[in-house]
């Protein structure tokens, strides 16, 4: 994935965990250290302003429902668990 400028690609790259992206629902966030997973989903990036892609979070669930999948079932296919459901269909 081509994100929108360099020093967003450096901070996704820090160990600090600045700025997160997800691939699988193609969504940056803000993480929220509060022990959890909890992240605040952005549409801007803060650096260079550049709107940011639609996150893909409900279009996930519903082919996942669609495919007759429940939320945390092992046999959700390898591709829905990466970038790979969604770019396959950015060609």
Known sequence: MK?????MVDYLANE??????DATFREYGIPVHDGGSSEIVIRWCPWCGT?????????WFDEIEALG??????GIP???????????TQQ
């Open 78 to 88: 390898d591709g829905y668990r990466s970038d790979e459901w969604w770019q396959s």
């Open 51 to 59: 709107r940011l892609p639609s996150s893909l979070r409900d279009r």
């Open 16 to 21: 600090d965990n600045i700025i997160d992206f």
């Open 69 to 74: 999948f429940e939320i945390g079932d092992p």
């Open 3 to 7: 994100h929108c400028c360099e020093l």
